[in-house]
Structures are given as structure tokens and as C-alpha cells.
């Protein structure tokens, strides 16, 4: 019969997560109740955000719990059902967590059609953070066209999708990365029309060769300096949708040199995260799949298949910049 | 034949303004055109803004210049006219600089009406203050009946006008102020519900005492750490209106080590100033004289009768909180 492996939380992390903060646990899989189906989990998102579950800390989800399993976005394949909805052999994604099988009712369950992407693509530019992309753009950043729209973190799963969409509705866009690869790829593959490496240039003296008439909507990432660096050049009445803090570590301090720009333009600076927008994201996937069968919407997954142990040193990737395009693990049947 | 006196920058000032940041110069008033009219000030409104005004900076208005007049809100009688809408013994405000006379052409002059409120009232919770506390609260915070709502500097010219506005529309409010005798005054006086010495207590610990079911809005006149104390208080989707940084001296970066709550709780945190709202202004100061008269809306002025090259002086006070209420000057005729 087979078993269910859990990646739990061993301890929290002070600094990097490293293998030491979880352990592995085997248990056996329940009998299905009616309303029910048995998931197989066969790939799983690898999240920033990830970083701030595990912390002790009131946020938009509870904390990880001490032993418990720890929180992560899955697809999967049904290998039994008593759910009316759901047949064996459906593809499946939701908040299934690390493991190896999960038991759902369904809930916030959506499933995956692999003739319109690939499943990873679902945990990418389907998923939560096209979504996030989508709702954060689109509701907080609110571009018209010919706005100038800058997004940090622009090769990543979000800013990659935030990018391609401005583009879309006719907005200058420029991204920020950390490689001239990255550069590269931004612009030649998915038409964004500049790309600025803050590894090799400041960004502020890039910005102000870039955006002599100033940006509309900055979509930020990452915080910290980028965020700083970028808040003189906000237009007036600038949107700020705040999506992440990458360049952040957990329990560093923000320190923003150039905060009162925020008065002085009359910025807005908005938080928020993809569920804050559940009601509404049939809408919003729909969307991204038309773009996506239309060829204005570009999807990258950079796909590690390994065991659910090595989770660590795949997120670690993810702070270091050394994805390309939405990180996925790939559990290994080996 | 009468001389006008200006005070002028001589310097720009590094750290507290001084006496030495400033000259007096003596000019002639040249003979009135067609359209304008002559003004001599009685009262100059001293605002936490100036102190930004005469830094090198980019900003919602040009920085003053070297030698340039210093630029202040004014209350003054009119001497001369040649302006039909304008009569000679009116007494009418605008931004009419720190000098004894000023002409106008009536541009973005308002008349003052001496019987609806004395005349420092109209550069306070009639002026600039009362029409940004008006705005800000109202555009921004977007406050219910019911809610929490939260504001710093709360005995002062804007911060005074905030609680009061949104104790009319039915919120329960709490003030932080920097004595206990600002305490007393905004509970007993003004009618809030709750007081906060920063001073005496952690406002955070004061905040989990009064506010346990969070804050809708925060109203943010001074940054700094009273805003970071408050954001893990702020409730799912609160609105921050960011008026001033009252707590930052020029230079100085915003540190926040809670700039993480921005995203968990989704909140919005936005800059404003004034003049977004020029269209609308007549409207704010009709609803606020409406309130004054009919009680629901207390002002109190702190007016200093005194000479015009005693400026960095009165401001100071501002910034040490030993004002009481809007700070006024008066010029003085000796």
C-alpha cells in the first residue's frame, strides 16, 4: 500500500533555509470519504513567499506550524476519487502542500488542462503568480495605454507576466533584472522595450536615461533599494502595486532614503496579495489563457525534478537569482 | 510712502533653521495695475511643510530660492484695489509670502469672512490644514461609521481637524500626541476617544490595549517610527493617508521594520497634498465652515505676535511640539 512522504518543519530558519530545518515523515494515506479524491503530487511551486510562511509571524496565511507539513502549491494526478466532479487520471492543482499524495474535498481545487499548457505552467503563468501578476497590475497599478510601467524582478514568474501584459495593453515597459542574460531574454523573447541590470548599472542613473517623462506604475517585487532607487522617478499620481520583498531578508528593516517622494507626487503604495482577489480569479485565468493560445503571453518554467528533501537548496535558487522563469520541483519517482 | 518688508533665503539650512538662513530686505511697492489689488499681511501660517520648501529639492511645489521671498499663507487687509471682485478694508487669504505687503491678481485668493471664524482660523481648520486634514481623510482614508481610526500629531493643525471630522461621521478615533496635557485636550476638548503619549507609552503597546479589533485608517503626519509602530495594527485593506513626516528632518531615511504588514494586510498607503485637490477646495471649506458653526468642529490657533525676521524661531516650535493648536504669526506694528 502506498505511502504518504511529508517534507514537515523541522525548525525556523534564522537566515537561510538550509536541509537542518525540516524532516521527512512517512505516513499511511486514509480511506476516501464520499466528496473526496486521492491526489499524487508531481509538481510542486517554489515561492518567495515560501520564506515568510516559515516564519513566526501574523501574515496573509497562518505560520507553518512546528511538524507540521509544510504549505506549497501543487498539480497532481487523481489516483482515486468519490468526488463527483473529479475522475482518476484529472489533473488537479491547488494548495496540496509538500507532500507526496494529498486527500482533498475540492476546495479552492482547480483543474488542469494540459492541452492548453504543460502542467508546470499551471503552478507559472496560470497560476499563482500570473495571478498575482494579473490582479496587482491590473486592479492596483491600473496602466492606461502609452503608460510607462517598470517591474523589478522582471524575469521572474510574476514580473514576467506583469511585463508581457503591460505590453498588451500598449505600455512602454521596462524591466529590472540581475544578469544581462536576463536582460536579454526580457527584452528579445518577451518584447519588453528595455531592460535595466542593477547588478552593472544604478538603477536611478538608468532610469533617468529611460523615463525622462517619469513612470506611471512601478510593480515591485523586491523593495529595498530598487524600491528606493525608483520612487524619485514616479510620475505624478503613480501606482506602487507592492507584491514582494525579495531583496529583503526576514527581519531586516526597510529603509527608504527617498520616502517622501510618496508625498511629494502624491504616490499610491498598495499591498496585496492573490487572495485578496479569490471570487475572481476564474476571470483572471481565463484571460491569461486566451493571451497565452494567442501568442501575446510567454510562459518559462525552470523545472528541477529531485526529492522533496532537497526543497532547500532549490528555493535558495530563487534569492540568489539563479531560476530562469518559474521555479517547479519535479518529484522524482526514483 | 510705505516700504515692503520681506524675509528672504539667504542660506539653505542644514539641521535646525536659524535666524542666519534668512535676510530682511526693504523694496518699494510699485503703483497697482488694472485686475490687481494690494494687500498688507497680518497673519503668516507657520507649517511643518516650509521646512521642505527651502531644502534643494524636487517637490509638489519649486524649492525657494536664494534670495527669493520665503513663501507662506497669509491673512491680510486689502489696502488698495484696482480689481473689480476686490474692495478696499476686505480681508482675504492666499499664498502671499512672508512679507508685510503683497499684490495679487486674485489668483487662488480666497476672502476671509471674519464673522464665520476669526482670521488665523482661516489658515488653520479653514486653510491649508483643515482642507488637507478634509481630503486626506475623507479621499484617501475613505472612513465608515464604526470604524478605528488613527492620527498623529493629533493636536495639531491638521491632525486636530482629522479626529474631529471623522468623530462626525461616527468612527471611534484615537490621537497620538507628545504630552499629557495634548492627551487631555484631544479627549476632553475635542472629543476623542483615546489618547496616546508616544512620549510616556509604546505606542504599540497602547495600541493592543485600545485597539483590539485593529485599525480601519491611520492618518500619518509624522512617519517615521509612529507609522512603523502602528502597520502591524492596521486592519486587512486599511488605508494609510500620508500627510507629512513631521519625525524625519530632511536627509533622514524612513526606517520600517514593519514594511512587510503593507503586503500581508493588503494596505494602502498613499501620499497627498493640497493641491490635488484645487477644483474641489470651496466644497471642503463650505462642509468645514458648516461644522465650525454649528459646533461639531473646534479650532484653536497658537498666534505668536511678532516680527517677521523672528520666523526660524516660531517655526522651531513646531517641530519640539510646543505649539498649542494651529501656529500662527502675527505681525506686529511696532
Redesign the interface.
Known amino acids: 500500500m502506498a505511502i504518504n512522504q511529508q517534507l514537515c518543519l523541522q525548525r525556523r530558519p534564522s537566515g537561510e533555509v538550509c536541509k537542518e530545518d525540516f524532516f521527512l515523515r512517512e505516513t499511511d494515506i486514509p480511506d476516501l470519504e464520499d466528496g473526496q479524491f486521492l491526489v499524487r503530487n508531481e509538481y510542486i511551486s517554489i515561492d518567495p513567499a515560501m520564506r515568510?510562511w516559515i516564519q513566526d509571524?501574523?501574515?496573509?496565511f497562518p505560520p507553518v506550524q512546528l511538524g507540521e507539513p509544510m504549505r506549497g502549491l501543487t498539480v497532481g494526478r487523481i489516483e482515486a476519487s468519490r468526488h463527483p466532479s473529479y475522475s482518476v487520471g484529472d489533473l488537479a492543482t491547488g494548495m496540496l502542500n509538500m507532500q507526496t499524495y494529498a486527500i482533498s474535498d475540492g476546495f479552492q481545487i482547480r483543474k488542469v488542462d494540459p492541452d492548453i499548457a504543460p502542467p508546470p505552467a499551471w503552478l507559472g503563468g496560470l497560476g499563482m503568480p500570473g495571478i498575482t501578476a494579473y490582479f496587482g497590475l491590473l486592479d492596483i497599478g491600473r496602466p492606461m495605454k502609452g503608460d510607462t510601467v517598470v517591474v523589478s524582478a522582471a524575469s521572474g514568474a510574476v514580473g514576467s507576466i506583469v511585463g508581457q501584459i503591460a505590453k498588451n495593453l500598449g505600455c512602454r515597459v521596462i524591466g529590472i533584472v540581475g544578469s544581462d542574460k536576463k536582460s536579454k531574454y526580457i527584452v528579445e523573447e518577451l518584447g519588453f522595450d528595455a531592460a535595466i541590470n542593477y547588478k552593472s548599472e544604478p538603477i536611478g542613473l538608468a532610469l533617468s536615461d529611460l523615463c525622462p517623462e517619469k513612470i506611471d506604475v512601478y510593480f515591485d517585487n523586491v523593495?529595498g533599494k530598487a524600491l528606493d532607487s525608483i520612487l524619485?522617478f514616479m510620475k505624478k499620481?503613480g501606482r506602487i502595486p507592492?507584491?514582494?520583498?525579495i531583496s529583503?531578508k526576514p527581519g531586516e528593516?526597510?529603509?527608504?532614503?527617498n520616502?517622501?517622494?510618496?508625498?511629494?507626487?502624491?504616490?499610491?503604495?498598495?499591498?496585496?496579495?492573490m487572495s485578496?482577489y479569490v471570487p475572481k480569479i476564474k476571470m483572471a485565468v481565463d484571460e491569461l489563457k486566451a493571451w497565452h493560445q494567442s501568442g501575446q503571453l510567454i510562459f518559462k518554467e525552470d523545472v528541477r525534478t529531485t526529492h522533496l528533501e532537497n526543497f532547500p537548496e532549490v528555493i535558495n535558487d530563487l534569492f540568489s537569482g539563479k531560476n530562469e522563469g518559474k521555479l517547479v520541483m519535479k518529484l522524482s519517482n526514483d
Open positions: 515568510g509571524q501574523e501574515s496573509y523593495a524619485p499620481f507592492l507584491c514582494g520583498m529583503i528593516p526597510a529603509r527608504l532614503d520616502f517622501f517622494a510618496l508625498i511629494s507626487n502624491s504616490i499610491r503604495l498598495q499591498g496585496f496579495v485578496d
